[in-house]
């Protein structure tokens, strides 16, 4: 499986932005899916994860409430909307399926930065 994120970028606090990623391999379907994030000196944290339907998700403290996590099985593409963004959102966000243990799957992609400045 291949995970290639995109829609990261610069912005100003209180800006919104949306994420993407686009999963390769048929497992996509069933594949429970989620965002982390990697601030600079720190370790990559669980930012939001979503069930194989999309109807159950989950979400860290930090982000709940400015943060929606969605899927299209159609497209095999996960999203992340960030809403009312801080500079402590600064970070390269990436996803990833996450097994049963909530630990993640597959190759990390390349990530996507997001830049929020003060």
């Known amino acids: 499986v291949q995970l290639v994120e995109s829609g990261g970028g610069l912005a100003q606090i209180g800006d919104s932005l949306i994420l993407s990623c686009v999963a390769s391999?048929?497992?996509?379907?069933?594949?429970?899916m989620a965002w982390y994030r990697q601030a600079p000196g720190k370790e990559r944290d669980l930012v939001a994860r979503?069930?194989?339907?999309?109807?159950?998700?989950v979400y860290a403290e930090s982000v709940k409430g400015r943060f929606t996590i969605s899927r299209d099985n159609d497209k095999n593409t996960v999203y992340l909307e960030m809403n009312r963004l801080k500079p402590e959102d600064t970070a390269v966000y990436y996803c990833?399926?996450?097994?049963?243990?909530?630990?993640?799957?597959?190759?990390w992609g390349q990530g996507t930065q997001v830049t929020v400045s003060a």
């Open positions: 391999g048929s497992s996509f379907v069933v594949d429970e």
């Open positions: 990833n399926a996450v097994d049963w243990r909530i630990l993640p799957t597959y190759p």
């Open positions: 979503v069930s194989s339907g999309g109807a159950r998700t």
